[in-house]
Every structure is written in C-alpha cells, then in structure tokens.
C-alpha cells in the first residue's frame, strides 16, 4: 500500500505500521541518526561541493553524477547532491542509487512522497535544472484566470479522466441566505458516506475533499467573506449529494463565493494529490503500558475528517529545527465490550496509541507534548477496503507490539457490522506480559462475543507464563490459522516489525494461503 521510509524515527524496533508495500530498512551505522544529520546539516560544512553556490543543472550534467561517491539527484526539477546522505538514508545506499544521476521524482513519490525532502536536504541544494522545470502535478496545470470561470460550473473537459468518465465527474454549486453559506457537490456516487468526505475551513479558505475511490475531487476557495469558525456537513448518501454549510461572521449579501486557489475543481489521483495538515490540540494522554500511551487529538471546529478503518495519517513536528513526519494509525479509545454501543468517535477527536522510543526523536518529542499544545496531523491515507473483511468467514489478524493499532477498528468493525464472520481470531506477539497491550479488555472481549479468540504469544516470557511462547513460524500459525471449514472464505490481516511481517507472509504463503488472502501492514 505504502512504504514508510524511518526519516523522523530512527528506533529499528519501531513498531507502528501502516500498510502493505513497503521495503525493509536497513541498519544504520552509529552516528548516523536523524539526529545526527540534522546536526550534519548544521553544522556549516559544505554539502553540495559548491562552496555556496547554486548553479543551473543541465541533464548531461546530472548524468555525471551517477556513483556513491558522487551522487546528484533531481527532484521536481531541484537537483539535489545527497552523496553526504548515503550513510544516514534509512532505506540504504542502493534504494538512493536509483535515482543516481537522473530524474528521481516518481520514484520519491511511490515511496516519500509525504517526506519534506526540502527540508531534509536543504542544505543538499545544487541548483534547478536548466531544461524545462519537470511538469508540476495535475491539479496545478490550468491557469487562474480559467478557474474563476468555472467557479460556479462543472469541470472543465480537459479535466476530466477521458470522455467516458465526464458523467462520473464530481461538480458543485453554491447559494446563500441572509445567515448561511452552502456549497453542494454533486458526487454522482451511490454509496457515499461521511469517511469519504473531508472538509477543512481555515482562515477563510474552505477546502472540500471528495474521495471516489483511487480518484480525488477538490473544492478549494479562498472565501470572499469571514465565516465562523464551526461547520456542518450533511452527506445524501443514497443521491450522492455533499452539503458543506457555513455560518456568516457578518450578515451581508456575498457576491461571489471567492477566489479559486490552484487546486479547486480538479478530479485527480489521490496519489497526484499533495497531502494537507490541520492542527490538533493535545486533549489527553494516559498511560497504557510502561512505553505506550494513548493521545487524544482533538480536530479543529472548522473540520471534518473521519478516517477508514484499515487507514493512516502523519503527525508533523518541528523538532531541532527540522520538519518531521511519521505515520501512525488511529486507535478506538476502547474497544466494543458492549455492542449496544459501540465506542464513541464522533470525529470530533483521533485516539493515537504510541510507544515511546528512548532514542527516538520523533516520539520522545510527543513524549513531551503538554496537554494544550498543537501537532498537525494529515488527510488519511491507506488502500485497506472494507470490502475485504464483508466477503470473509474468517478473520485472522496477526499482531506485534504495536502492530496491534491497525487491529483495533479491524476488530470494531468485524465485531460490529459484519455479519457473515464466523470466526475472528487475534494472535498477538509480544516480548513479556508487561509489554501486551488492552490485554485485559481483549480478554473481556473473548469472553463477550464467542466468534472472537484472542491469543498470547511471548518470545521472552517469565517461568510463571502458562501461555503460548516463542516467535512466529509456520508450525506455530498452521496451529491458530486454520479455515472453518474448506470452502470458507479467509482473511489475514499482519502487522508489526518488518522481519515479523516478512516471516509472517511468508509462512502463511507456505501454509498455502494465496496473496489475496493476505493483507500486510508493512514499513
């Protein structure tokens, strides 16, 4: 689904996953930190070989600098000398060789695309190429001056996905009262609802995000009035219909709804699309094991965010000066131990369980966080379809440490609303009994709903444990992952350290468990 390169957190043990598609990691030399390459980049050394200058980069030039110890990389049309990064790049020498010497911009967007590379290699600046700057995403592509003419109108064709899709093209409106502002989108989608739609207002400038399914539809204006600061957002599921209704500061006849910015009214792919943060306030923090606790978020009055089971976001910080991102995946604040209500997330707050690194930068800084203070947090992300789980008799979720969070609204959701499962099963890998998380409500869980079983497993129990030890393997899955019966469709969802979820998959496959069967979240 996503590979999450370790740039803001450099703990190898680091157990918060998202999901599949990543590569492994490579182990990093002492001293070579993202610590220490902040340090690096502050320290005044020349990096680029320049001796302060930025030059232009013609494409024969770049080719040149095409080895280890001379390596140019062109991003967006900014070349880059990283040969200083080689030995603090976390994804290794070879993964940066890829791109030695060349355009390495889809290949930083399979893979970092959520990375601040400006920030990062900053002080890495050769110059911009002196060819034609490489073509900027597809959302930026029409003038200005065109989209004020489609303020109010449908797409433009050129925008469009081809011919055949100009019915299934998201459009919008917008009209007022004396008090109120709503802008409609027409989403001409069936089965609509408030996780696919995302909608921000900040500082006068709505941003209204549709998401069908790889594609995203964007409303976004600099609003010709203030608005105060809360929002409503009603969603006709069965026409498709999107109501975005802002109250006025002031009541005054608007003119016009407002200046489009350069990304209003495009359907693009979700992956063409620049991630977008939002601040949330630091609500509450409580401890769930001796390196594991639970932040509340709480999102702005002026959004509406709502993220899907099986998906991420990134939490950003400013830490030694240098920006830095990390992906983790909302938890429930509990999990469903009475059905009759399931636990309360309004969308009003995200739930973050979150082990604590002693060296790691990143969430020693949340760590540190007060109660009150802000970190921005993005749009979701992930391919993880419900789909998956509504088709399966059988759920198998294989966990460790705190591959566990993806789980949590695994488990919710299967419980909950799905009910053509016959059998959910979590096996759960951890170090010691201290180190299980929600243990006792996972054993409440098991006792209250008799489709799930929950099993404990420890590779470094005390003599006193009666559980199941040791790592994971295929004797000990061919043991817990067993179909109800042969003709039963399975899911196997994996999630926890790179090696655990390699071994893993690859047991499973040996077991004779098919790649279809096998969802991983992976770093």
């Given at each position: 689904?996503?590979?999450?390169?370790?740039?803001?957190?450099?703990?190898?043990?680091?157990?918060?996953?998202?999901?599949?598609?990543?590569?492994?990691?490579?182990?990093?030399?002492?001293?070579?930190?993202?610590?220490?390459?902040?340090?690096?980049?502050?320290?005044?050394?020349?990096?680029?070989?320049?001796?302060?200058?930025?030059?232009?980069?013609?494409?024969?030039?770049?080719?040149?600098?095409?080895?280890?110890?001379?390596?140019?990389?062109?991003?967006?049309?900014?070349?880059?000398?990283?040969?200083?990064?080689?030995?603090?790049?976390?994804?290794?020498?070879?993964?940066?060789?890829?791109?030695?010497?060349?355009?390495?911009?889809?290949?930083?967007?399979?893979?970092?695309?959520?990375?601040?590379?400006?920030?990062?290699?900053?002080?890495?600046?050769?110059?911009?190429?002196?060819?034609k700057p490489i073509a900027a995403p597809k959302e930026f592509s029409s003038p200005l001056s065109e989209e004020k003419k489609q303020l109010n109108g449908m797409l433009p064709e050129k925008k469009v996905?081809?011919?055949?899709?100009?019915?299934?093209?998201?459009?919008?409106?917008?009209?007022?009262?004396?008090?109120?502002?709503?802008?409609?989108?027409?989403?001409?989608?069936?089965?609509?609802?408030?996780?696919?739609?995302?909608?921000?207002?900040?500082?006068?400038?709505?941003?209204?995000?549709?998401?069908?399914?790889?594609?995203?539809?964007?409303?976004?204006?600099?609003?010709?009035?203030?608005?105060?600061?809360?929002?409503?957002?009603?969603?006709?599921?069965?026409?498709?219909?999107?109501?975005?209704?802002?109250?006025?500061?002031?009541?005054?006849?608007?003119?016009?709804?407002?200046?489009?910015?350069?990304?209003?009214?495009?359907?693009?792919?979700?992956?063409?699309?620049?991630?977008?943060?939002?601040?949330?306030?630091?609500?509450?923090?409580?401890?769930?094991?001796?390196?594991?606790?639970?932040?509340?978020?709480?999102?702005?009055?002026?959004?509406?965010?709502?993220?899907?089971?099986?998906?991420?976001?990134?939490?950003?910080?400013?830490?030694?000066?240098?920006?830095?991102?990390?992906?983790?995946?909302?938890?429930?604040?509990?999990?469903?131990?009475?059905?009759?209500?399931?636990?309360?997330?309004?969308?009003?707050?995200?739930?973050?369980?979150?082990?604590?690194?002693?060296?790691?930068?990143?969430?020693?800084?949340?760590?540190?966080?007060?109660?009150?203070?802000?970190?921005?947090?993005?749009?979701?992300?992930?391919?993880?379809?419900?789909?998956?789980?509504?088709?399966?008799?059988?759920?198998?979720?294989?966990?460790?440490?705190?591959?566990?969070?993806?789980?949590?609204?695994?488990?919710?959701?299967?419980?909950?609303?799905?009910?053509?499962?016959?059998?959910?099963?979590?096996?759960?890998?951890?170090?010691?009994?201290?180190?299980?998380?929600?243990?006792?409500?996972?054993?409440?869980?098991?006792?209250?709903d008799e489709r799930f079983e929950v099993q404990f497993v420890l590779s470094e129990p005390t003599k006193d444990w009666v559980g199941k030890q040791g790592k994971i393997s295929s004797s000990l899955l061919?043991?817990?992952?067993?179909?109800?019966?042969?003709?039963?469709?399975?899911?196997?969802?994996?999630?926890?350290?790179?090696?655990?979820?390699?071994?893993g998959v690859q047991c499973l496959k040996d077991l004779g468990y098919s790649q279809e069967e096998i969802h991983a979240f992976t770093a």
């Open positions: 689904m996503l590979n999450v390169p370790p740039h803001a957190f450099p703990a190898p043990s680091s157990q918060q996953r998202v999901a599949a598609g990543g590569r492994a990691k490579v182990p990093l030399k002492p001293g070579r930190s993202l610590m220490d390459w902040i340090r690096l980049t502050k320290s005044g050394k020349d990096l680029t070989g320049l001796k302060g200058r930025v030059i232009e980069v013609t494409e024969d030039e770049l080719a040149k600098h095409n080895k280890k110890e001379d390596c140019w990389i062109c991003i967006r049309g900014f070349v880059y000398n990283v040969t200083p990064y080689m030995e603090y790049h976390p994804g290794g020498e070879d993964e940066l060789m890829k791109a030695a010497g060349a355009d390495g911009t889809d290949l930083f967007d399979q893979v970092h695309r959520w990375v601040n590379y400006e920030s990062m290699l900053k002080e890495c600046l050769v110059g911009r190429m002196a060819v996905l081809g011919a055949s899709a100009k019915d299934l093209t998201p459009s919008y409106d917008w009209f007022q009262t004396d008090s109120l502002i709503t802008v409609v989108i027409y989403t001409k989608q069936k089965d609509m609802n408030a996780e696919l739609v995302i909608v921000d207002c900040q500082d006068k400038q709505l941003r209204g995000e549709i998401i069908v399914d790889d594609y995203s539809y964007l409303v976004q204006v600099d609003l010709d009035r203030a608005v105060q600061e809360d929002i409503t957002v009603n969603i006709v599921e069965k026409v498709g219909k999107v109501e975005i209704i802002l109250k006025k500061k002031d009541n005054i006849h608007w003119k016009m709804l407002g200046q489009p910015l350069e990304s209003h009214n495009t359907f693009i792919k979700r992956t063409d699309r620049g991630l977008f943060y939002r601040k949330c306030k630091l609500v509450s923090k409580t401890e769930v094991t001796h390196d594991t606790k639970l932040l509340c978020l709480m999102l702005p009055k002026s959004t509406h965010l709502h993220v899907p089971t099986g998906q991420h976001v990134y939490l950003k910080q400013i830490v030694a000066g240098t920006e830095v991102v990390k992906p983790y995946t909302p938890v429930l604040p509990f999990l469903p131990l009475d059905f009759k209500e399931t636990p309360h997330h309004d969308g009003a707050h995200i739930y973050l369980m979150i082990k604590i690194y002693s060296c790691g930068l990143f969430t020693q800084a949340l760590d540190h966080l007060q109660i009150g203070d802000y970190i921005s947090v993005s749009n979701p992300e992930g391919n993880f379809k419900k789909s998956q789980i509504q088709t399966s008799e059988d759920l198998f979720l294989l966990a460790a440490g705190t591959g566990f969070t993806p789980m949590v609204k695994l488990l919710n959701f299967a419980l909950t609303e799905v009910n053509c499962l016959r059998t959910v099963k979590l096996i759960f890998f951890n170090k010691t009994e201290d180190d299980i998380l929600w243990r006792n409500q996972l054993e409440q869980l098991a006792l209250k061919s043991e817990f992952v067993k179909r109800s019966r042969k003709d039963f469709k399975v899911l196997i969802c994996i999630c926890g350290p790179t090696p655990f979820t390699e071994q």
